[in-house]
């Protein structure tokens, strides 16, 4: 929550603006208080989105859909205007912690509280579907808690059972672990009411056992199992199982309706109270944090008072102001502290969740005066000792010198703590490390970590305690910020590879007839790869290609050789990630006597590659998600800083880690005055973007995904050594391969689209 700004409005529709809540491409978010000093939360959609008909249309229709859904246990619009310069929807305030925040901090809930979730939500659900609604993205992330019930939030990807969209295109379409199989598979069948109510019974079983019933890891593999596999629900109540079965059967027709879900739900005893007696103290202390503030005036709540005759000064009380007005009211809207605020519209709605800073009036922004600046903790979790134990000594130096160099600022408004941890690269040591790092209240942000095992069981850990885990040298096939929230790639997904060999081989090569080849050794790796450049390549005038497949346990590659070069290839991708095999291909091709394009992707990057295929290795072109720092124009002071340093040049992955440390303090400078947390870090960082020396950091909003321009490289091998060319889009003339970005890592997946 921050203080508004000369140029937000002062109030909507008569609602007196309180203060900013959060803001991204499509508007702003504001807490609101009505006439009679209710608290409400006002959207304002940006008038040059509005200038877009297509946008505006579908923002009507979106609030329209949004007045359907009438039900006790949603919450309401209030008031909108879809045809204003800047059109604006008015939604009641809903002051309490969403579900999944209450599990992260508490566990699992009682059998009685479920009981009355569960009714609750699929009372609510039943509301929207009579409106010809289906919520289709029901989550712990989506149930705000009140002391009298839940609350059902974020229509905004709702469709009518027609299929038509109510939100703009480009955005993720449901949530990982809680997607019903006809959303996970495309084809299998129409997403209708019934999605919604596998959606239910996945999100009963987390709060009934604190796990997702289909588990976590890498995307393409969690939704293999929402797909294929019985869910876990070990720990549901026995006489709950049943009925939460039922609605996680594969096929729509065997799911329970509604109503029986909420008839077997209510028998027994009522939930009253609702919730266990923690979280009905963090709802109660929710709601008392904000009591009050719509009778505050606006100016006094988001700026000091007006100046006289009602003009906008923009002024704010200083550190000197010690009049009870200015202070009571900084208290009462900084006094929810660490506490998490649902902002929430029903239908094309939202439902934003922002850390209120907390602590005395903004101080200097030069950390000047009598106090000292804050002091906040940065963590790396990394192998620093295990078998990637190169990659996290690069990262913990990157990381280090940035830290360091932050610090040795003029008169710096923070300075930082550095902390590393090492894994080894062990999955379960990495699970303990995320506990213990998630357990120390004064870290705000992790860079790691190294492996995508250990990616897999760390990031849930880290996105159950809303603390932002920042992913370096691991692409988000160990983890994806749909599945855990507070979880970022800095870096491009493996899958995105494919557009840099696409573009080199379109120019400068000019290929044409082009062979993939798939080693079945890499699995899912190499298929997504190879699956990405067949799409990219589909319809593209004069060229041909052809899908190989390498078998797992091939050694002897001369006659799978011989067959991928009987059509006559000009270009050769190889879809592995094991540096050996690629040596042994390299030598078969070169014995073959073939001389036209060989490329391959990051693994490959390895002494072991030049060093086993010998002269067969020149000329191999590498795409690759890291920059070469000692080869960088724009890298050379840092090259210079490293060196002198810690006595060497720095390794692959330093400068992106040296990036990433100086991303989280953008980050934090741009967060407001005061205690920062790390929930409202978590949300800052995917809206900061920052110009590296490695490249420019800047991620989708709607999605966290990392922006693909200049953040893939060319390596070509020259003297049995890797010589980088440069950004993919400096070295080719095809630049990004239009068409090709929404493979993002996950060729094959559905539910997450990449924007355009």
Request: hydrophobic share 40%; aromatic share 6%; with cysteine.
């Amino acid at each position: 929550m921050r203080p508004l700004s000369p140029s937000d409005p002062s109030q909507i529709a008569g609602h007196r603006l309180l203060a900013l809540l959060g803001s991204g491409g499509m508007g702003a978010v504001y807490l609101g208080a009505d006439p009679e000093g209710g608290l409400v939360a006002v959207k304002v959609i940006r008038p040059e989105r509005a200038d877009d008909p297509g946008f505006r249309g579908r923002f009507r229709r979106e609030v329209a859909a949004a007045r359907r859904v009438s039900s006790r246990w949603t919450v309401p619009v209030l008031d909108a205007d879809t045809e204003a310069a800047a059109p604006w929807l008015i939604t009641a305030f809903v002051p309490g912690p969403s579900l999944a925040e209450a599990l992260a901090a508490h566990g699992p809930l009682p059998e009685r509280s479920l009981r009355g979730l569960g009714a609750v939500l699929a009372e609510a659900l039943a509301a929207a579907h009579a409106t010809g609604l289906v919520h289709r993205d029901v989550k712990p992330a989506n149930v705000l808690l009140a002391l009298d019930g839940p609350r059902l939030i974020d229509f905004g990807i709702a469709r009518a059972e027609d299929g038509s969209r109510l939100t703009a295109t480009g955005v993720v379409v449901g949530s990982p672990g809680y997607l019903s199989p006809e959303q996970a598979q495309p084809g299998r069948g129409p997403v209708g009411p019934y999605s919604d109510v596998f959606s239910l019974g996945c999100v009963l079983a987390v709060a009934a056992t604190g796990r997702r019933p289909f588990g976590s890891g890498p995307l393409p593999a969690l939704l293999y199992r929402t797909v294929h596999d019985a869910a876990d629900l070990d720990g549901v109540p026995e006489e709950l199982r049943p009925l939460i079965e039922g609605c996680l059967a594969k096929e729509p027709s065997q799911r329970p309706p509604l109503d029986i879900v909420r008839e077997a739900l209510t028998r027994g005893e009522p939930a009253d109270p609702w919730w266990p007696e923690p979280v009905t103290r963090l709802v109660t202390e929710r709601a008392a944090a904000l009591r009050g503030l719509g009778a505050v005036p606006a100016r006094e709540a988001g700026r000091g008072e007006d100046p006289p005759g009602g003009g906008r000064s923009g002024a704010r009380p200083g550190r000197g102001d010690r009049s009870p007005g200015a202070r009571v009211t900084r208290r009462r809207l900084l006094a929810a502290g660490g506490a998490t605020v649902g902002v929430a519209a029903a239908g094309g709605s939202f439902a934003l969740w922002s850390a209120l800073s907390g602590g005395s009036d903004t101080p200097p922004a030069d950390g000047g005066g009598d106090e000292p600046p804050p002091r906040y903790t940065l963590a790396l979790h990394a192998d620093l000792s295990g078998e990637r134990a190169a990659t996290g000594r690069a990262e913990e130096n990157g990381a280090r010198l940035a830290v360091e160099r932050l610090n040795a600022r003029e008169r710096p408004p923070f300075t930082m703590e550095f902390l590393a941890r090492d894994d080894g690269g062990d999955p379960a040591l990495a699970e303990r490390v995320a506990r213990e790092l998630t357990a120390d209240e004064t870290v705000l942000a992790v860079i790691g970590t190294t492996t995508e095992d250990t990616c897999a069981v760390a990031a849930p850990v880290y996105s159950d305690a809303l603390l932002a885990l920042l992913s370096v040298s691991v692409g988000p096939a160990g983890a994806t910020p749909v599945e855990h929230e507070s979880y970022l790639a800095t870096r491009p997904g493996d899958g995105d590879l494919m557009i840099a060999a696409v573009s080199y081989l379109t120019d400068p090569v000019d290929a044409r007839r082009v062979h993939l080849l798939h080693d079945e050794a890499a699995g899912a790796w190499s298929r997504a790869l190879i699956q990405g450049m067949r799409e990219a390549y589909s319809g593209a005038p004069g060229v041909t290609v052809a899908v190989h497949t390498l078998a797992a346990g091939a050694r002897d590659l001369g006659p799978p050789v011989a067959g991928l070069l009987a059509d006559g290839p000009d270009a050769v991708v190889f879809g592995g990630r094991d540096p050996g095999r690629a040596a042994l291909l390299a030598r078969a091709l070169g014995e073959a006597g073939f001389g036209g394009a060989r490329l391959g992707f990051e693994p490959v990057i390895d002494a072991a590659f030049p060093e086993g295929a010998g002269e067969a290795a020149e000329g191999w072109v590498v795409a690759a998600s890291f920059t070469d720092a000692t080869a960088e124009p724009r890298a050379r002071a840092f090259a210079d800083a490293y060196r002198a340093r810690f006595g060497e040049d720095p390794p692959y992955h330093a400068a992106e880690a040296y990036d990433t440390a100086h991303l989280v303090a953008r980050a934090l400078e741009e967060l407001p005055g005061g205690e920062v947390r790390r929930l409202s870090l978590t949300r800052r960082l995917p809206l900061v973007s920052h110009q590296g020396v490695s490249k420019t950091f800047a991620f989708y909003p709607e999605t966290a995904g990392a922006r693909l321009e200049g953040a893939l490289f060319l390596y070509q091998v020259e003297g049995g050594a890797f010589r980088y060319l440069g950004a993919a889009d400096s070295v080719t003339g095809a630049a990004g391969v239009a068409g090709v970005t929404g493979a993002a890592g996950v060729a094959g997946v559905t539910g997450v689209t990449a924007p355009g």
